[in-house]
């Protein structure tokens, strides 16, 4: 089966030049010129298409694509499975490469969802999470040590919604020391801003809804892997067994966003920097996390692990949780919404939305308080969006 990237060199139609942009291939199959080419493919013999759950040229070398930003100047080839969506692209990992009674460790303060996903549902299948301070490596080699069972290591850095960071390379090492996959969310960072692949990471998911495509207008992940038998025959199976396949359209508007992705991180963090800063100096203002203050306790750390400090923050007011509340319904240019990465300044409450699930001591221990308040810090003219807080908090 089709499994190496796909790049669009020619078009269908053979009296035109070829496309300047990617086409949509929006076909469900592959049609083959007889039947010795059709057993070629099947058998994997010869190279081409067949269904497009399996592969879609479109998706492939969107995914591709990805794939070589991830590993940019690191001098090393990666591959990657398109899914779905950013929860596709987690559940399609875990599915392929571990197997009931291997356990994952993990952090408290992941993205919601994905905490969700891996107590209920692989819960159910008898694949448990360990969740542990990720930021003590004495703690993790502790759980590695005292069980053998723990054969993938997940984590996110900056995490949601405090932007507390991890040392990538001393996790991977500990992982690696007891044969164990280390897999990270990189979808707070982009390759732009981190390459976690530098830091000995295994496997990359990314939810690329949010800042590689960047324009809130598609659902989709990313699995990248350094291993491609790995990535073959057990994340690509996985992706077309469980068919959490990329819609052709979706991997479009995804390779649309990208060609602004430089332009975009440089604006978002330029943004957020104003933005921390100015809110830090507010007087109503108790606390802001961003990793581009140095008041953040994990500042030090990104600035030797990413190359920029991101687009999200959040902070807290002063007045708890009525304030918080007050200052989101005075919010007027903003967007009151739950996603972030867009081009558009959105800011969400964590406690009331995206860490709803999350038992309440759990999230103060993880510095999620009630009155805390997150932004997903836009590309428009900054002192708009100052603006627009400003008021919200006076
Ligand atoms: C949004 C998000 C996900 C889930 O992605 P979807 O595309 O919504 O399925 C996973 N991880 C992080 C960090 C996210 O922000």
């Known amino acids: 089966m089709q499994f190496d990237s796909f790049t669009v060199k020619e078009s269908p139609d053979n009296r035109t030049t070829r496309p300047h942009i990617l086409?949509?291939?929006?076909t469900s199959s592959f049609a083959f010129e007889d039947i010795d080419q059709g057993i070629g493919i099947f058998q994997n013999i010869e190279s081409g298409h067949v269904y497009s759950r399996y592969a879609n040229p479109t998706v492939d070398a969107v995914a591709q694509k990805i794939a070589d930003l991830e590993t940019h100047g690191l001098n090393m080839t990666a591959h990657a499975v398109m899914t779905s969506s950013g929860m596709s692209a987690i559940s399609t990992l875990l599915l392929g490469v571990l197997k009931t009674g291997d356990k994952v460790l993990s952090q408290a303060n992941l993205y919601g969802g994905t905490t969700d996903l891996l107590k209920s549902i692989f819960g159910q299948f008898g694949v448990e999470t360990?969740?542990?301070n990720l930021r003590d490596p004495e703690e993790v080699e502790r759980r590695f040590r005292e069980d053998s069972t723990i054969k993938m290591l997940y984590c996110e850095t900056p995490a949601n919604p405090t932007l507390a960071c991890?040392?990538?390379q001393l996790?991977?090492?500990i992982a690696h020391k007891y044969?164990?996959?280390c897999a990270i969310d990189n979808t707070f960072s982009t390759p732009y801003l981190q390459q976690p692949f530098a830091f000995g990471v295994d496997f990359i998911v990314h939810s690329t809804t949010k800042f590689l495509n960047g324009h809130g207008?598609?659902?989709?992940?990313?699995?990248i892997g350094k291993d491609k038998e790995v990535m073959r025959k057990k994340v690509w199976n996985a992706m077309k067994l469980v068919g959490t396949n990329c819609s052709p359209f979706e991997a479009w508007l995804t390779y649309n966003g990208l060609k602004t992705l430089t332009l975009r991180m440089d604006?978002?963090?330029a943004n957020a920097q104003t933005l921390a800063e100015f809110l830090e100096n507010h007087p109503a203002v108790a606390k802001v996390n961003y990793p581009g203050l140095a008041s953040h306790p994990d500042h030090a750390l990104a600035q030797r692990?990413?190359?920029?400090?991101g687009g999200m923050l959040s902070f807290e007011l002063k007045g708890g949780l009525e304030a918080g509340i007050a200052c989101m319904n005075r919010i007027r240019f903003c967007t009151l919404a739950p996603t972030l990465g867009d081009t558009d300044t959105l800011i969400l409450h964590p406690a009331s939305m995206s860490h709803l699930s999350v038992p309440k001591a759990v999230r103060l221990e993880n510095g999620i308080t009630d009155g805390l308040v997150r932004v997903s810090v836009g590309i428009e003219n900054v002192a708009d969006i100052v603006a627009d807080l400003e008021q919200a908090i006076a």
């Open 23 to 26: 086409p949509i291939y929006a």
């Open 130 to 132: 360990v969740f542990a």
């Open 166 to 168: 991890i040392d990538i």
């Open 171 to 173: 996790l991977s090492d």
């Open 179 to 181: 044969d164990a996959w």
């Open 217 to 223: 207008n598609s659902t989709a992940g990313i699995v």
């Open 267 to 269: 604006r978002h963090c």
């Open 305 to 309: 692990q990413m190359r920029g400090n």
